[in-house]
């Protein structure tokens, strides 16, 4: 028998996988033919997804993808759309200049152009290399900002090649020489290893 009832009270298993005779025990005979639960289907390994799903989770090239974004753009205003709205905003703005005069200051002051874009470009990659500061406020740097709007710089230079006056034209490269040195020597120094022997500042008195 395979459980005995001893005077103690307590049960004895007789655990043994085969009997006296070396024949296995109908008990362990019973335990290995008992169906084994299936495994649930989230759980299920990944080489029996089929064609089909394993190519939805396939990553689009960039090439799709920009395909796919190009579908996305609303197609553009008409001439007849944008000169309207042309002159809504000719409008806004006289509307605007005219209340600039009579507060006693010239609307000239906040007419755009491509010399103060610039300008608008340089002071903010300065700013954002800590080169330069608002007044009552703490330099703050950004290395990645003043990288982005330095490759904007260059990327007006390259997409109004032939277009500007020899003035704007001197003035878009001197800008974007200024800032590109300003940042190189930005970076070489964050770059550089403080020097043994350099005051840090926190000596004693």
Known sequence: MAEKRQDSGFTVTDRRLFTGDGE?????????????????????????????????????????????????????PTAAEQEAQADAYWESSQELDSRVELSGRSAKEFEMTFERFLASLYMTAMLQL???HQQGEQPRMDIIGARQTIDTLALLAEKTKGNLTSTEEAFLQNSLYEVRMAYVEVTNALARPPQPGVATGTGGR
């Open 130 to 132: 800590g080169l330069m």
């Open 24 to 76: 296995l025990r109908s008990e362990v005979r019973e335990e290995n033919e008992a169906p084994k639960p299936a495994l649930p289907q989230a759980a299920a390994p990944l080489a029996t997804q089929t064609n089909s799903q394993a190519a939805k989770s396939v990553t689009p090239f960039p090439a799709e993808e920009d395909a796919a974004a190009a579908q996305t753009v609303p197609p553009a």
